[in-house]
């Protein structure tokens, strides 16, 4: 991690591209540069960086590298040290707050809960729409197809909540609108479900995944949308 960029060495030195770059280095405390710890997870493939945001003076982010994915992903997470070792089953890691109080130690990786509290977690795509036309061609959504598994979770009745997110300009909010062009359509996905039928009809749109519930951790696969050209503008 540099000042403005992440690198990766392969022989040499050479940028590692990051989709998030953006976000992480035009919101961090640079006077508080000396908390920015880095850290693996080599049972999931990933470099951790903790390091605190713009108008934080304490550790508060983190942002992650999969190198076998090639994809980042952020949160929000104090942590002022962390270990991962071979001679471990599951990392480990330390948080001390501002006011120095006693150091916590956490194992990582242990669980699908918080302490007795739900872990809320969430995946979205970005926009797409249906062919690289500059968005003349409205698209309408029928149905889709979800891929998800529920198999290590411990509730009774996992699910999460599958959201459709329509806009027609790129520059727009997402909005609540009784229109189809505008609706943004939540709807539950469970163990059992085989299809869901939406109506969703705009130029762009985006899905995401999300649960907030005790006991539910999920693994999205490949799902697949039933769209169809719907007009031009």
């Keep these: 991690m540099g000042l403005d960029k992440f690198y990766m060495y392969d022989g040499r030195v050479r940028t ?36 605190p945001s713009g108008n934080s003076t304490w550790v508060d982010r ?64 970005s926009d797409f729409d249906i062919t690289d036309n500059s968005g003349e061609t409205f698209m309408l959504t029928r149905r889709m197809i979800p891929d998800i598994n529920f198999n290590t979770s411990t509730a009774a009745a996992p699910e999460v909540t599958l959201t459709m997110r329509p806009r027609n300009f790129p520059g727009s909010n997402f909005q609540n609108d009784p229109s189809d062009s505008q609706r943004v359509i ?37 799902p697949r949308l039933d769209v169809r050209s719907d007009g031009k503008q």
């Design 62 to 125: 983190y942002v992650i590298y999969n190198h076998l994915d090639q994809i980042w992903y952020y949160g929000q997470l104090s942590r002022t040290a962390w270990l991962d070792v071979a001679s471990r089953d599951l990392p480990i890691a330390a948080y001390t707050d501002a006011d120095q109080n006693p150091g916590i130690l956490y194992t990582h990786e242990q669980g699908i809960d918080d302490a007795g509290l739900p872990m809320e977690s969430f995946i979205q795509s």
């Design 16 to 51: 590692l591209p990051c989709s998030l770059r953006e976000y992480v280095f035009k919101d961090i405390n640079y006077a508080q540069s000396d908390q920015v710890i880095c850290g693996t997870n080599e049972g999931f493939n990933e470099v951790w960086w903790f390091y």
């Design 186 to 222: 939540n709807t539950s996905v469970n163990t059992f479900t085989d299809q869901v039928f939406v109506r969703a009809r705009a130029r762009q749109m985006a899905l995401k995944v999300s649960s907030v519930d005790l006991g539910v951790q999920w693994q999205l696969g490949n």
